[in-house]
């Protein structure tokens, strides 16, 4: 009878099993499926280059420029009108000279580009003469031109002075200018064409008249 026993023993745990796995599916069958993430593919195309980073272009980072004010030079021309001794003085824009009895400061020194219609060479100039009191005194203090000296003058009865240059750097060309010669040098790519053939009909020669 014990082998009776084991087999029924072991239909009732057939059972049991087979009652589990059904609620199982059951409580499942609703659910939704889970899906795996696919694997990331890995990418054989090369990498991007980084993007420059943005600035002037090349042509004008190399574009001549207007020398600075402080590095501009000027020369002043200085007389003396009870000896008649003239002199030329050369400064910088912020220098301050003494010359005897008169004091010169170049604020400033300009002048137009090639290709004004106007040539004007100016320099912005303060004149102190000391007078026979001792005193210091303002006798000019503005623009001075080469080309006009009567425009502007130092009104003085001693001294007076003019400018005669000022040395500095004006750019004729910008990063877009091109220049002419470049335009001459190139050919057109395209054949020549043949000559014109002669014509067949030609006209008689004096000898057949």
């Known amino acids: 009878m014990n ?29 939704p499926p889970i899906i795996a993430p696919p694997a990331p593919a890995e990418s054989t195309a090369a990498p991007k280059p980084a993007a420059p980073a943005a600035g002037p272009p090349h042509a004008a980072a190399e574009a001549p420029v207007e020398t600075p004010m402080a590095k501009r030079v000027a020369v002043l021309g200085l007389l003396n009108k009870r000896n008649g001794i003239a002199r030329d003085v050369t400064m910088k824009p912020g220098d301050t000279q003494r010359i005897g009895d008169v004091v010169l400061r ?4 300009d002048k137009t ?11 912005f100039v303060q004149t102190d003469v000391r007078g ?16 006009s000296p009567s425009l502007n003058s ?5 001294y007076d002075v003019w400018v005669k240059s000022c040395a500095m750097t004006i750019p004729d060309v910008g990063p877009e200018t091109i220049a002419a010669s470049s335009l001459t040098g190139s050919r057109s790519s395209a054949k020549k064409s043949a000559p014109a053939a002669a014509s067949a009909d030609k006209a008689p020669s004096s000898s057949n008249l």
Not at 106 to 109: D, E, G, N
Not at 132 to 143: I, K, L, M, N, T
Not at 154 to 158: E, F, G, L, R
Request: proline residues 5%.
């Open 132 to 147: 026979p009191d001792g005193r210091w005194r303002r006798v000019f203090s503005g623009w001075l031109f080469k080309e």
């Open 106 to 109: 170049l604020r400033a020194c």
């Open 3 to 31: 082998w009776r026993r084991a087999g029924l023993a072991a239909v009732v745990l057939l059972a049991v099993v087979g009652i589990a796995q059904g609620v199982y599916a059951l409580q499942n069958e609703n659910a």
């Open 113 to 123: 580009a090639p290709w004004e219609p106007q040539t004007l060479t100016g320099a």
């Open 154 to 158: 130092v009104q003085d009865a001693i």
